[in-house]
C-alpha cells in the first residue's frame, strides 16, 4: 500500500552559491545554521514544493522542505499525487518562483533535477553559477509569502535591501540574498545585476 509520494529535488539559489568558499560537496551557504535557525549545519534553507495542476496551473498539494547545502530535498505528498503528472513548482523567500519545464510524473518516489540544465526549468529560467550547474535566481524578496512577492526582481526588492543595509540588519532576515547574516552591499549589488536582466 502506497501512503506517500515523494520527490527528491535537486535545486541550487544563486545567492547562497559559493563553491569557491563552501567547496564542491556542499556548495551553498547555509543562513539556517549560521543564524541559530537550526543545528544542523548541511541545512541551508526553507523551501516550499508544489504540485501544480498540468491544465489548470493550480496548486494541488505543497510541502515545505529544508533544502540542503548540497542541493538536496525530499517532498512528501499524500498517495493520491500517485500515477498523475504536476509541474513541480519550487518557491523560495528571496528567489524567483521556479517551475518544472513540464509535468512530471508522480510514482511513489521520484526524482527532478532543476540544476542539471537550465532547460529543466520552465522557460529556461535558470542561472548558470558553476560548469553544469544551474540556479534559481535571487533577489525577489520583497513580501514572500503574499500576493507582494511579485515574480520580478526589480526596484521594491533593491529598495527593501538597501534599507535593511542601512540599518546594519544582522540574522535571519529576507533581505539577505547571500546567506551570509549580514544585509550588505553584496545583497544589492546582485539583485541590481539582476533586475537590469528582467
Same mark, same amino acid.
Given at each position: ?25 556542499? $556548495? ?12 544542523? $549545519? ?9 504540485? =501544480?495542476?498540468?491544465?489548470? /496551473? ?77 540556479? =534559481? ?60 536582466? /528582467?
Amino acid at each position: 500500500v502506497i501512503c506517500t509520494t515523494s520527490v527528491d529535488i535537486t535545486a541550487f539559489i544563486q545567492g547562497y552559491y559559493d563553491e569557491g568558499t563552501n567547496g564542491t560537496v556542499n $556548495p551553498m551557504n547555509s543562513p539556517m545554521f549560521n543564524e541559530g535557525v537550526t543545528v544542523d $549545519p548541511t541545512d541551508c534553507d526553507t523551501m516550499i514544493v508544489s504540485l =501544480m495542476d498540468a491544465v489548470l /496551473f493550480t496548486e494541488v498539494e505543497r510541502d515545505t522542505v529544508i533544502l540542503k547545502t548540497n542541493g538536496t530535498a525530499t517532498a512528501s505528498y499524500s498517495s493520491s499525487a500517485s500515477g498523475n503528472s504536476y509541474y513541480i513548482r519550487l518557491t523560495h523567500r528571496n528567489a524567483l518562483e521556479t517551475w518544472s519545464s513540464n509535468p512530471v510524473l508522480m510514482g511513489a518516489s521520484g526524482s527532478y533535477n532543476f540544476s542539471s540544465l537550465d532547460t529543466m526549468a520552465y522557460g529556461s529560467q535558470m542561472v548558470l553559477v558553476a560548469t553544469g550547474r544551474w540556479a =534559481m535566481w535571487s533577489g525577489d524578496c520583497s513580501n514572500f509569502g503574499s500576493p507582494g512577492q511579485d515574480g520580478f526582481v526589480e526596484s521594491s526588492d533593491y529598495s527593501a535591501i538597501e534599507n535593511d543595509s542601512q540599518n546594519f540588519l544582522f540574522g535571519y532576515n529576507v533581505t539577505d540574498i547571500t546567506g551570509s547574516g549580514l544585509v550588505e552591499s553584496a545583497d544589492y549589488g546582485l539583485v541590481e545585476n539582476n533586475s537590469q536582466l /528582467f
